[in-house]
């Protein structure tokens, strides 16, 4: 069993802007809407994927830390 999991959260418009897709808004937005309903059925932690990378990045290896020890 996982002692955590993770999901980075970005709208459609922003995963679009950074990556051209194989897919267009519409898919994306749709995506984005079933992980997020999927995130809430597992109890996976939903993080806002637009923030800086080292802020994220340094949340993640804390919680990771954490959870470790226990």
């Not at 069993?1 to 897919?23: H, S």
């Amino acid at each position: 069993t996982p002692n955590g999991a993770w999901l980075l959260e970005v709208p459609g418009e922003v995963a679009l802007a950074r990556k051209q897709e194989q897919y267009n808004l519409a898919q994306l937005k749709e995506q984005e809407s079933l992980l997020r309903e999927e995130a809430l059925r597992l109890g996976v932690t939903r993080l806002d994927g637009t923030r800086p990378m080292a802020e994220l990045s340094q949340y993640i290896a804390t919680e990771v830390w954490e959870r470790m020890k226990r």
